[in-house]
Protein backbone atom coordinates (compact mmCIF):
# COMPACT_ATOMS: atom_id res chain seq x y z
CA UNK A 1 0.00 0.00 0.00
CA UNK A 2 1.01 3.45 -0.61
CA UNK A 3 2.57 5.90 1.77
CA UNK A 4 0.95 8.69 3.45
CA UNK A 5 2.98 11.34 4.03
CA UNK A 6 3.39 13.49 7.10
CA UNK A 7 1.02 16.10 5.80
CA UNK A 8 -1.93 13.87 5.65
CA UNK A 9 -1.82 14.21 9.79
CA UNK A 10 -2.89 17.39 10.45
CA UNK A 11 -1.08 19.01 13.56
CA UNK A 12 -3.08 18.76 16.90
CA UNK A 13 -2.44 21.43 19.50
CA UNK A 14 -3.72 20.07 22.59
CA UNK A 15 -4.29 23.77 24.22
CA UNK A 16 -6.29 24.76 21.28
CA UNK A 17 -8.12 21.24 21.23
CA UNK A 18 -9.59 20.42 24.55
CA UNK A 19 -12.22 23.49 25.01
CA UNK A 20 -13.63 22.02 21.35
CA UNK A 21 -13.21 18.76 22.32
CA UNK A 22 -15.02 18.99 25.59
CA UNK A 23 -17.88 20.54 23.92
CA UNK A 24 -17.84 17.89 21.32
CA UNK A 25 -17.40 15.14 23.53
CA UNK A 26 -20.90 16.38 24.85
CA UNK A 27 -22.69 17.16 21.39
CA UNK A 28 -21.82 13.64 20.85
CA UNK A 29 -22.96 12.18 23.43
CA UNK A 30 -26.59 13.76 22.69
CA UNK A 31 -26.53 12.26 19.62
CA UNK A 32 -24.76 8.71 20.30
CA UNK A 33 -27.75 8.05 23.01
CA UNK A 34 -30.02 9.12 20.05
CA UNK A 35 -28.85 5.90 18.36
CA UNK A 36 -28.84 3.86 21.86
CA UNK A 37 -32.46 4.92 22.79
CA UNK A 38 -33.60 3.21 18.99
CA UNK A 39 -31.07 0.35 18.91
CA UNK A 40 -31.49 -2.89 20.16
CA UNK A 41 -28.46 -3.85 22.32
CA UNK A 42 -25.17 -5.55 20.44
CA UNK A 43 -22.83 -7.22 22.63
CA UNK A 44 -19.84 -4.93 24.24
CA UNK A 45 -22.20 -1.37 23.58
CA UNK A 46 -21.30 -1.84 19.62
CA UNK A 47 -24.84 -0.69 19.15
CA UNK A 48 -24.02 3.13 20.59
CA UNK A 49 -20.60 3.87 18.43
CA UNK A 50 -20.55 6.62 16.23
CA UNK A 51 -18.67 6.07 13.02
CA UNK A 52 -16.05 8.31 10.72
CA UNK A 53 -17.69 9.45 7.79
CA UNK A 54 -16.77 11.28 4.57
CA UNK A 55 -18.03 14.59 6.33
CA UNK A 56 -17.21 13.92 9.42
CA UNK A 57 -18.94 11.42 12.45
CA UNK A 58 -22.13 9.64 11.70
CA UNK A 59 -24.09 7.34 13.59
CA UNK A 60 -25.36 5.27 10.74
CA UNK A 61 -28.86 4.34 10.11
CA UNK A 62 -31.10 4.11 13.42
CA UNK A 63 -34.33 2.49 13.27
CA UNK A 64 -37.81 4.47 13.28
CA UNK A 65 -40.47 2.31 12.71
CA UNK A 66 -40.72 0.73 9.96
CA UNK A 67 -37.88 3.42 8.33
CA UNK A 68 -34.61 4.99 9.42
CA UNK A 69 -32.35 8.14 10.28
CA UNK A 70 -29.48 9.21 10.76
CA UNK A 71 -27.81 11.58 12.49
CA UNK A 72 -24.11 13.16 11.20
CA UNK A 73 -22.03 15.88 12.33
CA UNK A 74 -20.97 17.37 9.09
CA UNK A 75 -17.85 19.28 10.19
CA UNK A 76 -16.91 20.22 6.46
CA UNK A 77 -20.05 22.52 6.42
CA UNK A 78 -20.02 23.00 10.43
CA UNK A 79 -23.60 21.48 11.08
CA UNK A 80 -25.23 18.25 12.74
CA UNK A 81 -27.48 16.71 9.54
CA UNK A 82 -30.80 14.64 10.88
CA UNK A 83 -31.99 12.68 7.95
CA UNK A 84 -34.48 10.54 7.22
CA UNK A 85 -35.11 7.62 4.49
CA UNK A 86 -38.12 9.48 3.68
CA UNK A 87 -35.97 12.50 2.21
CA UNK A 88 -36.33 14.94 5.35
CA UNK A 89 -33.78 16.94 6.44
CA UNK A 90 -32.83 19.36 9.62
CA UNK A 91 -29.64 21.33 9.88
CA UNK A 92 -28.30 22.72 13.42
CA UNK A 93 -25.33 24.63 13.01
CA UNK A 94 -22.06 23.56 15.21
CA UNK A 95 -20.80 26.88 17.22
CA UNK A 96 -19.98 27.96 20.40
CA UNK A 97 -23.10 28.15 22.81
CA UNK A 98 -24.70 25.77 25.27
CA UNK A 99 -25.28 22.23 25.85
CA UNK A 100 -28.81 23.01 26.57
CA UNK A 101 -30.04 24.76 23.40
CA UNK A 102 -28.25 22.20 21.56
CA UNK A 103 -30.44 19.13 23.25
CA UNK A 104 -33.00 21.41 22.72
CA UNK A 105 -32.43 21.71 18.89
CA UNK A 106 -31.37 18.17 18.48
CA UNK A 107 -34.86 16.59 20.08
CA UNK A 108 -36.94 19.11 17.96
CA UNK A 109 -35.37 17.84 14.88
CA UNK A 110 -35.87 15.17 15.87
CA UNK A 111 -39.96 15.51 16.61
CA UNK A 112 -39.80 17.50 13.32
CA UNK A 113 -39.27 14.65 11.34
CA UNK A 114 -41.60 12.19 12.67
CA UNK A 115 -38.90 11.19 15.27
CA UNK A 116 -39.45 12.45 18.75
CA UNK A 117 -36.94 10.65 20.82
CA UNK A 118 -36.29 10.16 24.67
CA UNK A 119 -32.80 10.26 25.91
CA UNK A 120 -31.10 9.98 29.51
CA UNK A 121 -30.36 13.75 29.95
CA UNK A 122 -27.44 13.04 32.00
CA UNK A 123 -24.05 12.50 30.43
CA UNK A 124 -21.69 9.23 30.53
CA UNK A 125 -18.22 8.55 31.83
CA UNK A 126 -17.68 12.19 33.22
CA UNK A 127 -16.72 13.12 37.38
CA UNK A 128 -19.14 15.93 36.82
CA UNK A 129 -22.16 15.18 34.65
CA UNK A 130 -24.73 18.65 34.36
CA UNK A 131 -27.87 17.17 32.93
CA UNK A 132 -27.84 18.62 29.29
CA UNK A 133 -31.04 20.79 29.91
CA UNK A 134 -29.41 22.62 32.52
CA UNK A 135 -26.04 22.74 31.00
CA UNK A 136 -26.81 26.49 30.30
CA UNK A 137 -23.23 28.17 30.99
CA UNK A 138 -22.20 29.31 27.34
CA UNK A 139 -19.26 26.69 25.93
CA UNK A 140 -16.37 27.32 23.11
CA UNK A 141 -16.32 26.02 20.03
CA UNK A 142 -13.87 26.36 16.98
CA UNK A 143 -14.75 24.89 13.70
CA UNK A 144 -11.24 24.98 12.15
CA UNK A 145 -10.23 22.91 15.11
CA UNK A 146 -13.14 20.46 14.82
CA UNK A 147 -12.53 20.22 11.43
CA UNK A 148 -8.75 19.73 12.73
CA UNK A 149 -9.62 16.59 14.87
CA UNK A 150 -11.97 15.03 12.41
CA UNK A 151 -9.41 15.02 9.48
CA UNK A 152 -6.86 12.98 12.16
CA UNK A 153 -10.13 10.60 12.70
CA UNK A 154 -10.04 9.87 9.34
CA UNK A 155 -6.08 8.72 8.98
CA UNK A 156 -5.96 7.16 12.04
CA UNK A 157 -9.38 5.21 11.04
CA UNK A 158 -7.81 4.03 7.85
CA UNK A 159 -4.82 2.92 9.93
CA UNK A 160 -6.79 0.76 12.56
CA UNK A 161 -9.04 -1.03 9.55
CA UNK A 162 -5.45 -2.13 8.10
CA UNK A 163 -4.49 -3.35 11.76
CA UNK A 164 -7.96 -5.27 11.81
CA UNK A 165 -7.74 -7.01 8.82
CA UNK A 166 -4.88 -8.88 10.60
CA UNK A 167 -7.08 -10.98 12.50
CA UNK A 168 -9.51 -13.61 12.17
CA UNK A 169 -10.93 -14.05 15.54
CA UNK A 170 -13.63 -11.42 17.03
CA UNK A 171 -12.64 -8.55 16.18
CA UNK A 172 -14.90 -5.34 17.14
CA UNK A 173 -15.52 -2.66 14.31
CA UNK A 174 -13.23 0.57 14.19
CA UNK A 175 -16.06 2.88 16.22
CA UNK A 176 -16.16 5.93 17.94
CA UNK A 177 -17.54 5.68 21.83
CA UNK A 178 -18.85 8.73 22.65
CA UNK A 179 -19.20 8.03 26.43
CA UNK A 180 -15.15 8.16 26.57
CA UNK A 181 -14.62 9.89 23.17
CA UNK A 182 -12.06 7.68 21.28
CA UNK A 183 -11.83 5.89 18.28
CA UNK A 184 -11.41 2.62 19.11
CA UNK A 185 -10.84 -1.15 17.57
CA UNK A 186 -10.61 -4.18 20.07
CA UNK A 187 -9.40 -7.72 19.35
CA UNK A 188 -10.85 -10.79 21.69
CA UNK A 189 -8.87 -14.05 22.96
CA UNK A 190 -12.51 -16.18 22.81
CA UNK A 191 -11.99 -16.34 26.65
CA UNK A 192 -14.02 -15.40 29.23
CA UNK A 193 -12.92 -12.92 31.35
CA UNK A 194 -12.75 -11.93 35.35
CA UNK A 195 -15.87 -9.57 35.93
CA UNK A 196 -15.14 -6.15 35.71
CA UNK A 197 -14.89 -4.40 39.07
CA UNK A 198 -17.52 -1.84 37.62
CA UNK A 199 -16.78 1.86 39.30
CA UNK A 200 -16.72 4.21 35.86
CA UNK A 201 -18.22 7.44 36.98
CA UNK A 202 -22.11 7.48 35.26
CA UNK A 203 -21.60 4.32 33.69
CA UNK A 204 -23.98 1.44 34.82
CA UNK A 205 -21.43 -1.04 35.99
CA UNK A 206 -23.82 -3.83 34.44
CA UNK A 207 -22.84 -1.96 31.12
CA UNK A 208 -19.08 -2.12 32.09
CA UNK A 209 -19.34 -5.21 32.82
CA UNK A 210 -21.11 -6.44 29.81
CA UNK A 211 -18.64 -4.61 27.88
CA UNK A 212 -15.34 -6.66 29.25
CA UNK A 213 -16.70 -9.90 29.80
CA UNK A 214 -14.11 -11.50 27.42
CA UNK A 215 -10.62 -10.98 26.97
CA UNK A 216 -9.78 -8.12 24.80
CA UNK A 217 -6.50 -6.33 23.53
CA UNK A 218 -7.42 -2.99 22.99
CA UNK A 219 -5.86 -0.15 21.31
CA UNK A 220 -7.45 3.39 20.72
CA UNK A 221 -7.11 7.12 20.36
CA UNK A 222 -8.62 10.81 21.89
CA UNK A 223 -7.48 14.11 21.91
CA UNK A 224 -5.85 13.51 25.66
CA UNK A 225 -6.83 14.66 29.26
CA UNK A 226 -7.19 13.54 32.38
CA UNK A 227 -3.71 14.55 32.95
CA UNK A 228 -2.37 13.40 29.65
CA UNK A 229 -1.45 16.61 28.56
CA UNK A 230 -1.36 15.43 24.44
CA UNK A 231 -3.65 13.76 21.61
CA UNK A 232 -2.14 10.04 21.99
CA UNK A 233 -3.12 6.67 21.34
CA UNK A 234 -3.67 3.97 23.69
CA UNK A 235 -3.57 -0.03 24.14
CA UNK A 236 -4.54 -1.94 27.16
CA UNK A 237 -5.72 -5.63 27.64
CA UNK A 238 -8.42 -6.61 30.11
CA UNK A 239 -7.32 -8.50 32.48
CA UNK A 240 -3.61 -7.23 31.86
CA UNK A 241 -1.72 -10.19 32.16
CA UNK A 242 1.49 -10.49 34.74
CA UNK A 243 4.44 -8.29 32.91
CA UNK A 244 2.71 -6.29 30.41
CA UNK A 245 3.34 -2.87 31.64
CA UNK A 246 7.45 -3.81 31.39
CA UNK A 247 6.80 -5.32 28.10
CA UNK A 248 8.99 -3.89 24.99
CA UNK A 249 7.10 -2.28 22.76
CA UNK A 250 7.00 0.15 19.87
CA UNK A 251 7.96 2.50 18.51
CA UNK A 252 10.83 4.56 20.84
CA UNK A 253 8.06 7.04 21.66
CA UNK A 254 6.01 4.69 23.22
CA UNK A 255 5.72 4.43 27.30
CA UNK A 256 3.62 2.82 29.79
CA UNK A 257 1.14 4.89 31.97
CA UNK A 258 1.06 3.68 35.23
CA UNK A 259 -1.96 5.78 36.40
CA UNK A 260 -3.82 4.91 33.36
CA UNK A 261 -2.34 0.90 32.90
CA UNK A 262 -2.42 1.60 29.32
CA UNK A 263 0.49 2.34 26.96
CA UNK A 264 0.69 5.50 25.58
CA UNK A 265 2.61 6.86 22.17
CA UNK A 266 1.62 10.50 21.30
CA UNK A 267 -0.01 11.74 18.07
CA UNK A 268 3.09 14.01 17.16
CA UNK A 269 5.19 11.31 17.69
CA UNK A 270 3.34 9.31 14.70
CA UNK A 271 2.66 12.75 12.48
CA UNK A 272 5.87 13.74 12.35
CA UNK A 273 7.30 10.05 12.11
CA UNK A 274 9.25 9.22 8.28
CA UNK A 275 6.19 6.66 7.65
CA UNK A 276 2.81 7.79 10.20
CA UNK A 277 1.24 4.35 9.27
CA UNK A 278 4.46 2.75 9.95
CA UNK A 279 4.74 4.03 13.24
CA UNK A 280 1.15 3.48 14.81
CA UNK A 281 0.99 0.27 12.87
CA UNK A 282 4.70 -1.09 15.14
CA UNK A 283 2.52 0.54 18.37
CA UNK A 284 -0.53 -1.32 17.66
CA UNK A 285 1.14 -4.42 16.60
CA UNK A 286 3.69 -4.66 19.07
CA UNK A 287 1.41 -3.74 22.24
CA UNK A 288 -1.25 -6.49 20.86
CA UNK A 289 1.71 -9.07 20.85
CA UNK A 290 2.34 -8.26 24.89
CA UNK A 291 -1.10 -8.88 25.39
CA UNK A 292 -1.45 -12.05 23.33
CA UNK A 293 1.96 -13.52 24.36
CA UNK A 294 1.63 -13.28 28.07
CA UNK A 295 -1.44 -14.03 28.04
CA UNK A 296 -1.21 -16.90 25.76
CA UNK A 297 -3.44 -16.33 23.50
CA UNK A 298 -4.01 -19.15 20.81
CA UNK A 299 -2.15 -16.60 17.97
CA UNK A 300 -1.69 -18.98 14.99
CA UNK A 301 -5.71 -19.58 15.38
CA UNK A 302 -6.45 -15.98 16.11
CA UNK A 303 -4.24 -13.96 13.10
CA UNK A 304 -3.57 -13.79 9.44
CA UNK A 305 -2.37 -11.85 6.85
CA UNK A 306 -2.90 -8.12 6.32
CA UNK A 307 -6.01 -7.55 3.95
CA UNK A 308 -5.01 -6.52 0.42
CA UNK A 309 -7.07 -4.73 -1.92
CA UNK A 310 -9.16 -7.05 -4.72
CA UNK A 311 -7.35 -10.28 -3.67
CA UNK A 312 -9.41 -12.50 -0.78
CA UNK A 313 -7.82 -14.36 1.86
CA UNK A 314 -6.01 -17.20 1.05
CA UNK A 315 -7.35 -20.35 2.76
CA UNK A 316 -6.50 -24.67 2.50
Known amino acids: MSMVVNGDWPKLDFQALQPTAETLRLMTQIVGKVRLARTPWVNHSWHVTLYVSARGLTTSLIPNGGSGLELEFDFIAGALAVRTTGGEERRIALGPGSIADFYARVLGALESVGAPTAIDPIPNELPEAIAFPRDTAPRPYD ?24 FIGKVSPVHF ?6 LAVTRFSGRPAPLHPGGVPHLPDAVAREAYSHEVSSAGFW ?23 SA ?15 FLLPYEAVRAAPDPDAALLAFLQSTYEAAADLARWDRSALECDEGQIGAPRAVG
Not at 143 to 166: E, G, I, K, M, S
Request: neutral net charge; without cysteine.
Open 143 to 166: PAVANAFWRALVQVDRVFHRFRTR
Open 177 to 182: FWGSFD
Open 223 to 245: PGGGGVDEPSFYAYAYPAPDGFA
Open 248 to 262: KVAPAAARFDAALGE
